[in-house]
Each structure stands twice: as structure tokens, then as C-alpha cells.
């Protein structure tokens, strides 16, 4: 049994981070300047000149390298991470806080009061136009 590791196929490291970014090849064909086609090629491509990878890489906003060595388990594992975090201080992933510093219930309050007073304006403004006439 052969336990060499198959080489990295750089097109479907591309269209992986694709997908996973939500961006469709027809945006990523204008992105680079070619056709949607081309980046289906591209896509089908183990191996592609550097030149066009730091393009798609760009437009994708990672780097060569992570399209170089992207990998679904090490993926997975990354996200995995925003679980194992000790929550117990009221700190979340990266340590940010991330407790609601004011009451949602005033927020929405206040714009609804500010809907009504918007509502009120337009009807004195348009009983104005009304009496103009």
C-alpha cells in the first residue's frame, strides 16, 4: 500500500476558499479579468503560474500561501478553536467581551419613536402642501 501524499491541487484549494467566502466565479472572473470560463479552468488546474495565484489570491483577500496550503481538516480545526474558549470570564474568542453594553429593548424604543416623529413631520408637511393649493 502507497502512503505517499497526493501533491495539493491548487484549483480546488481555490475553489474551496471560493465557496466557503460565498463568491461566485463569475465575480471572481471580473475580480481577475478574465472570463467565468477561464476561472473554471483555473479551478480544474492542479497547478497554476504564480503570476495569475497572487491575482485570484488578492481578489479573494488571502494570501498565495493559504490557497498553497489550504486544507478542509485544518479548516475545521480553526473554527473547532471558537468553542474551546474558556467563556467562564466573560470573554469570548480573542478575548473580546462580548455582553451587550445597553438594553436592545431601549434601542428598539427609541427607534420607533423616532419613526413616529418622522411620521408626524411628513403628515404636517404634506397638510401644508394641501392647504397651499
Known sequence: MNTATKPKHIGRNISRIRE?????????????GVSQQSVSNIEASENINEEKLLEVAKALGVTAEAIKNFSEEAMINYFNT??????SNSQGAFGHNHQC??????????????LVQAEKEKVEYLEKLLKGK
Not at 466557503?20 to 481577475?32: D, N, V
Not at 471558537?82 to 467563556?87: A, K, L, V
Not at 453594553?101 to 423616532?114: A, G, I, Q, S, W
Open 82 to 87: 471558537f468553542n474551546d474558549t474558556d467563556f
Open 101 to 114: 453594553t445597553f438594553n436592545p429593548l431601549d434601542k428598539v424604543v427609541e427607534l420607533y419613536e423616532r
Open 20 to 32: 466557503l467566502k460565498g463568491i461566485k466565479q463569475e465575480a471572481l472572473a471580473i475580480a481577475i
